[in-house]
């Protein structure tokens, strides 16, 4: 029988309370069970002056952001939006039917005037991450280190070019060391101090007119951007123990020894590290090893080209240092650049009578030339331990983890693009992104629902 629904109820009047209304599995129930926001008070104590009109409540105000972070709403305006109508936020927030609701400006200048300098969003991540690791969930042994990147709020075609220098590496000092010491016992003279690449080397870059502290970012002939990179470690549970933001044109190789610093004084130190090929190089195998830290890496494919014989065609003698070719002819070793790298040459009168030739080098000169990095001991002992079958385990939890980590960010909690500007305003978003997902996954795995009455 075909029923019409009546319109009446909309002017009825009813005594109700707001609990009453907020459904008993909702999210915001299960995260204020979880934990306590009175710990914020503390937090930002110093950040407020003690005369003055009463300010806001802060709690208030990071339980705002909260809200926009948990469930992926795309600006602070939208979030002051849904909190008018959604009676779930209204609880969470602690108002009631009619209590008016913040401006959606008002995060905004406090953000300005109170949290801009300080590391209040910082702190709120590592104290959610404690309450995670009091409740037992943590699972930090093995860590997964990667990034992704963020579309920035700037448009692409409004740039200038500039010439900059080249950022100093974190290990440049350490592997200008190595360097001269390798030289010298090889009877080559060191290099002085300003020879090296960090002191003289420049590039040119192109900077947003709109977001200037965003970077370019070039991934193929579609994907052409001004960009951040979001660097983020997880634990085998998916819980984010870090998390760190630099403009996208940052590789991500130099992000992993502070990531991983970042652990070891919050967390623990961990047994194994596991991150893809974009981390293989020889300082960070150097850093993990020294470190008492097992590298989870991955095959790399050697980049030859097709036609030619690969690097590993070539054996490398430790005891005389040097490359025997396939020939059995020897290449010795001729210099030690500025970049770390061992250069052996072959004979080019002996070269140029073998047949292979044509399949070893396109040399004018008719002389091969391989090369072997300072610190490439500690890339080789990477690649035997990927094949016990322990680093194998650790690595394919890769996807489970800190991918999983990126997807569910980017497709629920709204960091596939960005409205903010600046390293500041993205770091906050970093922080407040995966602080809320750490806050998701422990509000869900804690959650005891009271019985039915």
């Known amino acids: 029988m075909l029923t019409k629904q009546s319109s009446d109820g909309r002017t009825q009047l009813e005594l109700v309370a707001l609990d009453q209304l907020v459904p008993r599995e909702h999210l915001v129930r299960k995260v204020e069970a979880a934990i306590d926001f ?7 104590q110093n950040l407020y002056s003690e005369k003055g009109r ?20 795309r600006s602070m305006r939208k979030t002051i939006e849904e909190v008018q109508t959604n ?13 008016p609701v913040p401006h959606f400006s008002t995060f905004s200048k406090n953000y300005a005037r109170r949290f801009q300098d300080s590391d209040v969003f910082e702190r709120i991540f590592y104290r959610i991450l404690k309450n995670v690791a009091d409740q037992n969930l943590l699972r930090a042994e093995h860590v997964f280190v990667d990034s992704t990147h963020v579309k920035a709020s700037a448009n692409t075609r409004k740039f200038e070019k500039k010439v900059v220098r080249k950022e100093t590496r974190a290990y440049q000092s350490l592997l200008e060391a190595e360097i001269n010491q390798d030289r010298e016992d090889h009877g080559k003279k060191p290099f002085p101090p300003d020879k090296f690449p960090s002191q003289e080397e420049e590039k040119e870059i192109k900077e947003s007119l709109t977001d200037p502290e965003s970077g370019y970012y070039v991934k193929d002939e579609r994907t052409r951007q001004f960009a951040y990179s979001f660097h983020a470690v997880s634990d085998r549970r998916g819980f984010v123990l870090g998390a760190r933001v630099t403009p996208g044109n940052v590789h991500d190789s130099h992000l992993l020894p502070p990531l991983v610093e970042q652990v070891m004084q919050h967390v623990g130190k961990p047994k194994a590290v596991a991150a893809d090929a ?36 070539y054996v490398y003698d430790e005891y005389y240092d040097c490359y025997l070719c396939l020939a059995g002819e020897i290449l010795s070793y001729s210099t030690t650049n500025k970049e ?23 040399s004018q000169a008719k002389q091969k030339v391989v090369t072997r990095h300072v610190w490439e001991p500690f890339v080789e002992e990477a690649n035997h331990l990927r ?19 990126f997807a569910d960010a980017k497709e629920k909690h709204g960091m596939r693009w960005t409205t903010l500007r600046g390293l500041k305003k993205l770091s906050m978003q970093a922080m407040l992104t995966f602080a809320a997902m750490n806050l998701k996954k422990l509000a869900n795995w804690t959650w005891q629902p009271a019985p039915n009455v």
């Open 38 to 44: 009175s710990f914020v008070y503390e937090l930002v």
């Open 54 to 73: 009463p300010s806001i409540d802060p709690v208030v105000l990071i339980k705002l952001t909260f809200i926009q972070y948990l469930f992926g709403l």
């Open 87 to 99: 009676l779930a936020y209204r609880w969470f927030l602690g108002f009631g039917f009619s209590d």
């Open 278 to 313: 974009a981390y293989k190089t020889p300082a960070i195998a150097k850093y993990l090893f020294d470190s008492g830290i097992l590298p989870a890496l991955p095959y790399t494919r050697p980049h030859t080209k097709e036609g030619f014989f690969k690097k590993s065609d």
């Open 340 to 362: 770390g790298y061992r250069e052996y040459k072959s004979t080019p009168a002996i070269c140029s009578a073998c047949d292979g030739l044509s399949s070893c080098t396109a």
């Open 387 to 405: 094949h016990r079958l322990d680093v194998k385990s650790i690595y394919s939890k890769r996807k489970e983890t800190i991918e999983r980590v």
